[in-house]
């Protein structure tokens, strides 16, 4: 397994230890210790990712090891539980298997309007089903996948977090993985970027890659562009109160989170977005940038 | 309290159904079940004071014979009594009716006749946010953590993602949880073992 990499803090490591766990340890376990490093309770986060490993007796490199008897110390727990788990230099373990049908992406684009302008660095987002179990307590499959890519500048513990929250409040259940551009992935999450396929973040889904005003990922994955958000990381506060966004309903299952459906061959220009690419927010007034971000909005508002 | 910590563990886990998260309480009852007592020894009161909840006395014992870090339970809030639950208890989902109870089958199905096993037992627990939990009680003789492990990883895999399983010896002093629960809930079938539910 490659590195994953990269960051320097404590919670950044502790997410980059996280994406390592992923497939081995249950996606519970991985959302709740993402979500305790969100909130700045990292003891509590490394402590929940040990107690799993020890208690599923998953194996971990010895470099595995000693980062979690790294971060067990630095977040003022008990590094002599790293102790308890069990290190192996290989072992063998059945790949996961991905799918994106029956449509991963349904609702989900719906699902992050909400929250999408308060989102730094986030530069796509995938949805694929994973059809086998994770952990030694996974729960059912299939399991859905998101898979987000941030920038340099954008925050891999709070996005998963915030990008977690919303689809929960909209009823979709789902592990959030957060990678950063440029950093190697893991076999997990190349084998989940190989089948999942891109959200369109205005709102709607796309059923097929996206064949125009796309870019190509590093994994071969297509990636719709989706709107800048660095004004709303600006003054996030003045925007939503010039136009709330409706928050998304929760329904009692995914079933009935039924978004619009697109064509087969839709794509950013069948919503009228062909000439829409990432735009230098230095270049843009702050009057356009709100019309921009109007604009989105309606459109996200027709479409639900 | 027993001179055991996973005894006294499974104890206060029980005791603490329905007053700790059910995420925080299946998990810490999934590492006892698999020989991961010193993580929860730690994590257990790291969680009680995050979450202030209070324990009695007794339970305090039971936190203290778990092996946990003396420094963090002293800090444990003490209640006189433990409270009344926070939820009510029906005997049916509302669409039980309509289209069974699939896993329950599942568990009957796997649980009839087994040694060591009295009666197993399904109630509903309805929380004040509108919230609908399944609750699974066993009656056995022995391990006890064991079998709420093996029960929860069944239930999760078949969708419950926070099962809550309470696995009761015959002589357990029920809580007020576990006499409203049982008082409704409704058979799914018997083990092995005669034993009468406390």
Known sequence: MSDVATGDGL?????????????RVDDDALTSARELVAIAESDR???????????????????????????LDQSRSDPSLADRLKVRDTWYAPPHRFSYEPDAGEGIGAALAPVVDFLIGVQSVHAVWRVTPA?????????????????????APATA?????????????????????????????????SDAKPINLSGQHAAAPATSGGRRSKNGGSVVPIKPVAHAQAKPEAAAKAAPVEPVQPVATEKAAQPPV????????????????????????????DLLRQLHEELAQREQ | MRDNAELNAHELLLRLAGRLSDTQLWRFRDWLASGALPVLGRALPRA???????????????LRGIGADPALTSSVLGIGAVPEPAFTFVAEAA????????????????????????????????????????????????????????????????????????????????????????????LLCFGAADLATA
């Open chain 1, 11 to 23: 919670p950044d490591r502790l997410h980059d230890i996280l994406l390592r766990m992923a497939g």
């Open chain 1, 161 to 193: 977090y915030r990008i977690g929250q919303a689809l929960e409040t909209a009823g979709i259940r789902a592990v959030v993985e957060v990678l950063k551009t440029g950093a190697d992935r893991s076999d997990y999450h190349r084998l989940a970027a």
């Open chain 1, 135 to 155: 952990g030694a307590t996974p729960g059912a499959v299939p399991q859905r996948v998101v898979l987000v890519e941030i920038g340099p500048d954008g925050f």
């Open chain 2, 95 to 186: 669409d039980q009716a309509a289209s069974g109870d699939p896993i329950g089958v599942v568990l009957g199905a796997t649980l009839r006749g087994r040694e060591g096993l009295g009666e197993v037992r399904c109630a509903w627990r309805h929380a004040a946010d509108g919230r609908v939990h399944r609750v699974v009680l066993v009656t056995a003789v022995a391990d006890h953590h064991r079998l709420t492990g093996e029960l929860q990883r069944m239930l999760r895999a078949l969708g419950e993602h926070e099962p809550c399983v309470e696995v009761l010896a015959p002589d357990f002093d029920l809580s007020p949880y576990h006499r409203a629960a049982l008082d409704v809930s409704e």
């Open chain 2, 48 to 62: 009680l004071l995050h979450d202030r909840i209070g324990l009695t006395a007794d339970e305090h014992s039971l």
């Open chain 1, 262 to 289: 697109l064509e087969p061959s839709a794509d950013p220009s069948a919503l009228g977005l062909v000439d829409y690419k990432p735009i230098a927010e230095d270049k843009l007034s702050d009057v356009e940038r």
């Open chain 1, 45 to 71: 986060a490394v402590e929940l990712l040990v107690g799993c490993l020890i208690a599923g007796g998953v194996p971990v490199t010895p470099a595995e090891n000693g980062q979690l008897r790294s971060l």
